[in-house]
C-alpha cells in the first residue's frame, strides 16, 4: 500500500526485498546510491543494529535521512 503510493513520485527500495546471503551488499549499494532515506522510527527499530547500521551507511554517504517516527521513542544515540 505504502510502496505503491510513493512508487508513483518516487524510486522505492525496501530491504525486505533483498535475496538472502545478499543483504549487506545490496542494501549498502541501494543507500549510498539513494536521494535519502526514510528510516521508520518504531520502538522495536530504534534497538536493533541493522536499523543503526543503516542509518550510518547515509550519513557516512552524506545521503539525507528523513525519519517518520511511528511511536513515541527515542532515535539511536547520533541521530536525534
Do not use: M
Request: aromatic share 8%; hydrophobic share 40%; proline share 5%.
Amino acid at each position: 500500500a505504502l510502496e505503491t503510493q510513493l512508487g508513483r513520485r518516487w524510486s522505492v527500495f525496501w530491504d525486505g526485498k533483498i535475496s538472502h546471503g545478499q543483504f549487506t551488499t545490496v542494501l549498502t549499494n541501494e543507500i549510498e546510491n539513494a536521494g535519502c532515506l526514510v528510516p521508520i522510527l518504531s520502538k522495536a527499530a530504534a534497538d536493533h543494529h541493522v536499523f543503526r547500521d543503516e542509518l550510518e551507511i547515509a550519513r557516512d554517504a552524506n545521503v539525507p535521512i528523513v525519519p517518520i517516527r511511528i511511536h513515541n521513542c527515542r532515535a539511536p544515540l547520533g541521530f536525534n
